[in-house]
């Protein structure tokens, strides 16, 4: 009777460890496609017209994938990432400002007295920016961190590419 306990002992274990290789399989996949940038998407614009040397308002707009969200720009918590956008340097386009949408509450089932500032579904941020005259087509970056109801992923940085045209 005691060899049969542990036959049956080491057959539920070995069910057991490739059950969760098939789960950390399938997480895995899914995450690799998010990974790849698929958390937030950067819908439009692909190309805008402004008077060169004024600063112009740009409406970006994005979409996150549902089941995620990402932090607000302005996150409640010191550690938490903020979501932020930018234009490098030597493009011919300078951002001025960043106005970001007002986070909207989400609560975390495993601490509902806890609120995070966050954004999901589809969010826009006005950029202020001032281009030289001529085309120019800017790579701007935006930095965030997804997150679903359990886990972060790694910060992520997607490109921005927009063509603007000074006139």
């Given amino acids: 009777m005691?060899?049969?306990?542990a036959s049956i002992r080491v057959a539920a274990t070995v069910a057991f460890?490739?059950?969760?290789?098939?789960?950390?399989a399938q997480a895995d996949d899914s995450s690799k496609s998010i990974l790849k940038g698929?958390?937030?998407?950067?819908?439009?614009?692909?190309?805008?017209t402004?008077?060169?040397g004024k600063a112009s308002d740009v409406t970006l707009h994005f979409r996150v994938a549902s089941g995620f969200h990402i932090n607000s720009h302005t996150p409640r918590e010191e550690?938490?990432?903020?979501?932020?956008?930018?234009?490098?340097?030597?493009t011919g386009v300078r951002l001025d400002k960043a106005i970001y949408p007002?986070?909207?509450?989400?609560?975390?089932?495993?601490?509902?007295?806890?609120?995070?500032?966050?954004?999901n579904n589809e969010f826009t941020i006005?950029?202020?920016?001032?281009?030289?005259?001529?085309n120019h087509l800017v790579e701007g970056k935006l930095r965030f961190q997804a997150c679903d109801k359990?886990?972060?992923?790694?910060?992520?940085?997607?490109?921005?590419?927009?063509n603007v045209v000074g006139k």
Avoid at 38 to 48: D, I, M, S
Avoid at 102 to 119: C, E, H, I, M, N
């Fill in 79 to 90: 550690f938490l990432i903020p979501t932020t956008f930018s234009i490098p340097d030597g």
């Fill in 126 to 134: 006005q950029a202020r920016i001032v281009a030289e005259a001529g």
């Fill in 17 to 24: 460890a490739l059950a969760a290789m098939f789960a950390h």
């Fill in 50 to 52: 402004v008077t060169a």
């Fill in 102 to 119: 007002a986070g909207t509450d989400f609560t975390l089932p495993l601490d509902p007295s806890d609120k995070l500032s966050v954004y």
């Fill in 150 to 162: 359990s886990a972060c992923l790694p910060p992520r940085t997607i490109p921005v590419a927009f």
């Fill in 2 to 5: 005691p060899r049969r306990t």
């Fill in 38 to 48: 698929a958390a937030v998407e950067y819908l439009f614009p692909e190309q805008v």
